[in-house]
């Protein structure tokens, strides 16, 4: 199928997409430099000074405060000597030469950022140790090659020292062979170095992810790691960026402790189900709570309904997952499923940099998807056995002549048709990226634009994303600061197929291997026939009455295309009037427009039904625009040892959603494929809307960093609840103990710090319908008079007592970090109990209705959680850091009210019930095949059983196998999962592997229906060649026999339980630091394997695969869903 676009926003093919970039590049650069072009910072900033008699500290303090500058300076520095100084809307350069007018300090301006330097203590160092001392300069630069501006290089123990420039480049005199030199910067493991004779030392930092220091985003606001009293976890950017996905969700994989990533498909452009400390609601979805550079994510996202897909990974800064109901309890009626905080990266102080970076790999099919089907010679000698078998079995003799000539001889056909390898292929991947980053004078920026072009595995499936991203700001002054981000992204998946056997990709694993694709002269096979047994009183053979289509030829025939803009724009303002009081204001505007575009031509066949069928075409779009408007006050104050940090908001939002479906059957030509030509036209349109209007204050207080204590509360008001029930109180609680700051506490040295924590408190859910509880309307026809009338009746039942689900939990934990933040433990353990569950109760049937939306029932979560980084190694040539978890959920149902149980699935598989986990598997226990009419007599039995068919467990003992006999018969929920990542550096080497693993856990492979079908026509695994065929030849245990109607075998039971533990290596990249390159700040080439390797005993690949896709009520089901791929990937990152 080719690629087009007839949706209302154009996006063209990649040739012409980046010629569109270019234009835009331009044209954003030229406007971008345009406003640069006053020149530097430095250059411009004007000053007013009038002291008399006042200290050089007081009057440096006074520059800082009047300006961006920022001063570094030794001991040697005499700032308390006293001068006088008198200028107006002077430059710089003017103000320091006056003030160090006849004294013997030097400066030196890097951007903002000033150095002072006396330069007659340094001529007499020169002179007094000019044998012993040496010059050193070099570099300072982060662990990707960045230089860091800003860093600090000192002589310990002393104050003589420095700061890099803004190409991280330093220079330090009199250095003594045996004097230490310290380099350290803010959020980086502090190093040591001897400086021996050495004249260059350059140094690379690495970023300290355990650091008590660390600055983590909370929720509307940000706090120091040492300070956190409740439970977040923090993810780099660097973890991010290692790893090749088209969806930064898959990133996180194995990252955070209690974080559950499931890829429950390989898609191309396609998310994954998140979960936060486990399911907790049956009714209102689990999935977290996305919060984006401040603003709650609430809009239809495409496809996979995640907005974490719309996110380029090189424009993440940082990415924290808010765990304890301390921290969620902010986002009050959205916070129970957890809350994951990204935000993006942000203009920066520093001379402009431009970087690049550009990927392209291949993909394929991981090994362990591919299913063993029959060949063609198999598949012949199966048919041709089955024949005769199943004769035998009613007492029919046949011949060689009453078997089809196509199986007659098997040895002759081969390995025939493999429709996987017919289907599949190597696919092209290929993504480039372009930031600028710009901080300048009053205005900084980020820039940033990119492509992703993403081919699946099977033919004609497809993702492609462009990106882009302004994020500015502008301080005029100290007291007033205005930005705006404005992000639009165009994403569109082309043919996406798989989840049951119907579709595609299902559909090539049921085709028969004696035919293929194509026809002998080379021209489309349309459809493929084969041949089964009918009734054997009447014909032995019915040639061509199953009837399968073509998969290949359908994808390459249809139009099967799903389109997504996203566009957000996001002005905020915020004020300073008054020392440590901060109000900030930001509007939020949310535009998404969805489509889907089909057409079948007359062509394309289907199951039982050969060509030409009528033609079909339907088009629907979906469009979401949604505001958000929030306003917090923040106010900090610092009262001699008590630190106090106060927060009060208010925010509202409101959403709307149109959609629209137009269908059309019976077209005049398969080249006319718009609606409006069919011959018969019906569709229909739909808007709904909602609002939420919030409150919200926090406490944050601490003494000495010792003690801590938050306190949170939130009131929502949902347009989506009750008239009696619609606001909600969210409140929590949480404390802190910094023990280790204790005079008391016996602190060893190896010992940097011990916390302990706890916190209790609720959060809400408020995932359902917008009109849930009110009656809607339907329209029906009914007869008036002798004709047909139009008529209204209500569709459903009004529940004005509907109300919020929460969830209240109790969190307790201890934070250990060790060897001066070289080792780190932290532990959690939470319990959560969700109560007043959204679901529908059954009502007395002369109400007029079956059900009503209500408030039921409890499900519990509880676990443990652990967490250890170490860094292991680390020096100036080799470093070695390591990170693991594992986290440990009980998950289980406390109450469903008089709902009872709850049954989901195609054959009511799943099953939810008190006392037991969520969705456990339901079905028949097997115990092997009865392989005589003794075992047929003996054991319980389905009427009309006969050797050969499958036993199941009689559980009752009536004797006969019957419903009363299902049971729980495998559990999709792991007793505990985690992660293993380890990332070393030698020189200008880096390696990094991240792996992942899930212990104990059951997956349904649903697939077995047909793959072990014996009924039908479709092909089969190889298995099939170890069926029963007598109580001589018993077979393996778990194929029955193929002379019979099968059903028996068909009924849900335990063979399609497996255990599906893993360990997967997700990610495995490999890259080089070029250095010494004049023009350029850094370049990094690299290779990259994603799935690299899966280690499993389930036999059908993805052990997370779920055909049922965000549902926790249905989960772990296997059916033909889109194989996982094994990426292999090239890039170079660039940073002018």
């Not at 849930?772 to 008079?785: A, D, V």
């Not at 059908?1100 to 896709?1109: D, F, I, K, Q, R």
Request: hydrophobic share 35%.
């Amino acid at each position: 199928m080719k690629k087009k676009w007839l949706c209302p926003f154009v996006m063209p093919r990649a040739s012409e997409i980046l010629t569109k970039m270019k234009l835009t590049l331009f044209l954003l650069l030229t406007t971008m430099f345009g406003a640069l072009a006053s020149g530097s910072y430095s250059q411009s900033a004007k000053l007013t000074l009038n002291y008399e008699n006042s200290t050089l500290k007081e009057i440096l303090t006074q520059i800082e405060n009047q300006s961006e500058f920022r001063f570094f300076y030794s001991g040697i520095v005499d700032v308390e000597r006293k001068t006088s100084i008198s200028m107006e809307n002077e430059k710089i350069f003017n103000v320091l030469d006056k003030l160090f007018e006849g004294t013997a300090v030097k400066y030196e301006v890097h951007g903002k950022q000033i150095a002072l330097l006396n330069g007659k203590e340094k001529f007499e160092f020169e002179n007094t140790k000019v044998q012993q001392q040496s010059n050193i300069s070099g570099t300072v630069t982060d662990d990707t090659g960045q230089p860091l501006p800003g860093a600090t290089v000192i002589v310990k123990g002393t104050n003589s020292g420095t700061v890099t420039s803004s190409n991280g480049e330093y220079s330090i005199t009199n250095v003594a062979e045996d004097e230490i030199l310290v380099f350290s910067f803010v959020g980086m493991i502090t190093q040591e170095v001897i400086a021996g004779n050495q004249s260059t030392i350059n140094i690379v930092l690495v970023t300290d992810a355990i650091g008590i220091e660390e600055v983590v985003t909370i929720g509307y606001g940000t706090l120091k790691r040492n300070k956190v009293s409740t439970s977040i976890t923090s993810v780099a950017p660097e973890k991010i960026k290692a790893q090749v996905t088209s969806s930064i969700d898959q990133s996180l994989e194995g990252q955070v402790a209690g974080l559950s990533v499931r890829q429950t498909s390989g898609a191309p452009g396609g998310g994954s189900e998140l979960r936060i400390r486990g399911s907790g609601s049956i009714g209102a979805g689990d999935q977290p709570l996305f919060v984006i550079d401040g603003i709650p994510m609430q809009g239809i996202y495409g496809k996979d309904r995640s907005p974490l897909t719309l996110l380029n990974q090189n424009d993440i800064e940082s990415i924290d997952v808010l765990k304890g109901v301390s921290a969620t309890a902010i986002y009050g009626s959205r916070g129970s499923n957890g809350v994951i905080l990204v935000t993006t990266r942000s203009g920066k102080v520093g001379k402009t940099e431009i970087s690049f970076s550009a990927r392209t790999g291949i993909e394929n099919m991981l090994s362990a998807e591919r299913m063993d089907l029959m060949n063609a010679e198999e598949f012949a000698r199966w048919r041709k056995e089955d024949a005769y078998e199943e004769a035998a079995f009613y007492g029919y003799e046949i011949s060689e002549s009453d078997i089809p000539e196509v199986y007659r001889n098997p040895e002759a056909l081969g390995e025939g048709t493999d429709w996987q390898d017919v289907m599949t292929r190597t696919a092209l991947r290929q993504d480039y990226n372009l930031t600028v980053t710009h901080g300048a004078g009053d205005f900084k920026g980020f820039f940033s634009m990119g492509y992703l072009d993403n081919q699946g595995i099977i033919k004609e499936t497809s993702f492609e994303r462009i990106s882009m991203r302004a994020n500015m700001s502008y301080e005029p002054n100290k007291i007033v600061a205005v930005g705006m981000n404005v992000v639009p992204t165009i994403r569109s998946w082309y043919n996406q197929v798989g989840g049951n056997r119907g579709t595609l990709f299902g559909s090539a694993f049921m085709s028969s291997p004696l035919d293929g694709p194509y026809k002998e002269n080379g021209a489309w096979e349309r459809d493929i026939e084969s041949y089964y047994e009918g009734d054997w009183d009447l014909d032995i053979w019915s040639p061509g009455t199953f009837s399968n289509n073509n998969p290949l030829y359908s994808l390459n025939k249809q139009v099967d295309v799903t389109r997504n803009l996203n566009l957000r724009f996001q002005p905020y303002i915020t004020v300073s009037p008054i020392d440590g009081l901060l109000l900030r204001s930001a509007y939020n505007m949310d535009l998404t427009y969805n489509s889907h575009e089909y057409f079948r031509q007359s062509t394309i066949s289907s199951i039982y039904s050969p060509p030409p069928r009528a033609t079909e075409g339907y088009y629907d779009t979906d469009r979401s625009l949604g505001w958000q408007f929030e306003n917090t006050a923040t106010y900090n104050r610092q009262f001699e040892d008590h630190s106090l940090t106060a927060l009060a908001g208010y925010t509202m939002e409101h959403y709307n959603n149109y959609s629209s479906y137009i269908n059309g059957d019976q077209f005049p030509s398969d080249a006319i494929k718009t609606i409006n030509a069919a011959t018969e036209q019906w569709g229909n349109t739909g808007e709904t809307n909602w609002s939420l209007i919030s409150y919200l204050l926090r406490l944050n207080y601490d003494y000495k960093a010792k003690y801590l204590f938050t306190g949170t509360i939130r009131r929502d008001g949902s347009s989506r609840f009750g008239s009696d029930r619609r606001w909600g109180y969210f409140p929590s609680a949480s404390v802190g103990w910094n023990i280790t700051k204790e005079d008391f506490f016996p602190k060893p040295d190896w010992m940097t710090n011990l916390k302990l924590r706890a916190s209790y408190g609720y959060s809400g859910n408020n995932s359902i319908g917008n009109y849930t509880w009110i009656p809607t309307l339907s329209t029906n026809n009914y007869t008036f008079g002798g004709s047909v009338a139009d008529g209204k009746r209500v569709a459903s039942m009004a529940n004005t007592m509907l109300g919020w689900e929460k969830s209240r939990e109790f969190d307790a934990g201890l934070d250990l970090i060790l060897l001066g933040g070289k080792l780190s433990f932290v532990f959690d353990y939470y319990n959560k109990v969700t109560e007043d569950m959204l679901w529908g109760v059954a009502v007395p049937i002369s109400s007029g209705f079956s059900s009503v939306q209500d408030n039921i029932g409890e499900i519990s979560n509880k676990g443990v959680e652990f967490a250890v980084s170490s860094t292991n190694i680390s020096n100036s040539n080799f470093t070695w850091n390591t990170d693991f978890n594992i986290s440990f959920n009980k998950n289980e149902v406390l109450d469903m009210g008089d709902v009872g149980r709850i049954q989901t699935g195609a054959r009511s598989y799943s099953l939810t019930i008190e006392g037991q986990p969520m969705a456990m598997f339901y079905g028949w226990k097997s115990l092997g095949i009865l392989n005589d009419w003794d075992e047929v007599d003996k054991y319980a039995t389905f009427p009309g059983q006969v050797p050969g068919t499958p036993r199941y467990q009689d559980l009752d003992n009536s004797g006969v196998i019957d419903q009363n006999d299902k049971m729980i018969i495998g559990n999709p929920h792991p007793d505990f999962r985690g992660g293993l990542n380890n990332s070393f550096r030698y020189k200008n080497w880096d390696l990094n592997i991240a792996m992942s693993f899930a212990h104990n856990f059951d997956i349904w492979a649903q697939l077995e229906e047909d793959v072990i079908n014996l009924d039908g026509v479709f092909n089969v695994l190889k298995e099939v060649e170890e069926r029963w065929r007598s109580p001589e030849e018993p077979g393996n245990g778990r194929i029955a026999a193929s002379f019979h109607q099968t059903s028996f075998d068909r009924w849900e039971n335990s063979d399609w339980v497996y255990n599906a533990s893993f360990l997967k290596v997700q990610n495995i990249s490999l890259g080089y630091t070029v250095k010494g390159i004049e023009f350029l700040n850094s370049l990094r080439l690299y290779c990259s394997v994603q799935n690299a390797f899966l280690l499993t005993n389930y036999p059908y690949g993805n052990p997370e695969a779920s055909v049922y896709g965000d549902n926790s009520l249905v989960r772990n089901f296997d059916n033909y869903d889109y194989p996982l791929t094994r990426t292999i990937t090239f890039g170079l990152d660039l940073t002018f």
